[in-house]
T-cell receptor
């Protein structure tokens, strides 16, 4: 099946710094990438949808100036958490839909962000 | 937008017994209903999915049923094994995928 590679798998940063998370589709082209956030023992909440060549679409309540999304190519989407604060500590995970059916999602391995 | 409710939040079963998780959705336009299994700190893994033109689907010990009229869908795991212990999420898609809150399943040996 298709593979989405996500890096880093975990990161610890100081409050006020920025962190970039990368997701790459390894053997298929991902024109769309979904970015989710998952707090401990909670569900996956969609933050934004990135589309190659256009601006990302953010869900209600998600600050687009804080969570910068760039879909630079058909195989790379990045999420940058700017001026991170402890409340941004969470598990961030990307996913791309199956290009044939646009239904099944292929998830990255996730990034555990801890902001001190 | 779509609202998916999932019950129960936790489920403990004896090894060999069956486990059933139920979900409801709000948007009648939703047409795709996947189920994911997630182990701690890992990515969700698709275990089975069903489309709105199908009422039931089975894959070995796992089955999913869909009642479009009632907007219900359920996951059934038979002959549970300790490795089935995980968090299970249902989801429904109208124009985007919305997830249920999750069910923590514990299979007691």
């Amino acid at each position: 099946g298709a593979v989405v590679s996500q890096h880093p798998s975990w990161v610890i940063c100081k409050s006020g710094t920025s962190v970039k998370i990368e997701c790459r589709s390894l053997d298929f082209q991902a024109t769309t990438m979904f970015w989710y956030r998952q707090f401990p023992k909670q569900s996956l909440m969609l933050m934004a949808t990135s589309n190659e060549g256009s601006k990302a679409t953010y869900e209600q309540g998600v600050e687009k100036d804080k969570f910068l999304i760039n879909h630079a190519s058909l195989t790379l989407s990045t999420l940058t958490v700017t001026s991170a604060h402890p409340e941004d500590s969470s598990f961030y995970i990307c996913s791309a839909p199956d290009s044939a059916t646009n239904e099944k999602l292929f998830f990255g391995s996730g990034t555990q962000l801890s902001v001190l | 937008g779509e609202n998916v409710e999932q019950h129960p939040s936790t489920l403990s079963v004896q090894e060999g017994d069956s486990a059933v998780i139920k979900c409801t959705y709000s948007d009648s336009a939703s047409n795709y209903f996947p189920w994911y299994k997630q182990e701690l700190g890992k990515r969700p893994q698709l275990i089975i999915d069903i489309r709105s033109n199908v009422g039931e689907k089975k894959d070995q010990r796992i089955a999913v049923t869909l009642n479009k009229t009632a907007k219900h869908f359920s996951l059934h795991i038979t002959e549970t094994q300790p490795e089935d212990s995980a968090v299970y999420f249902c989801a429904a898609r109208d124009y985007k995928l919305s997830f249920g809150a999750g069910t923590t399943v514990t299979v007691r040996a």
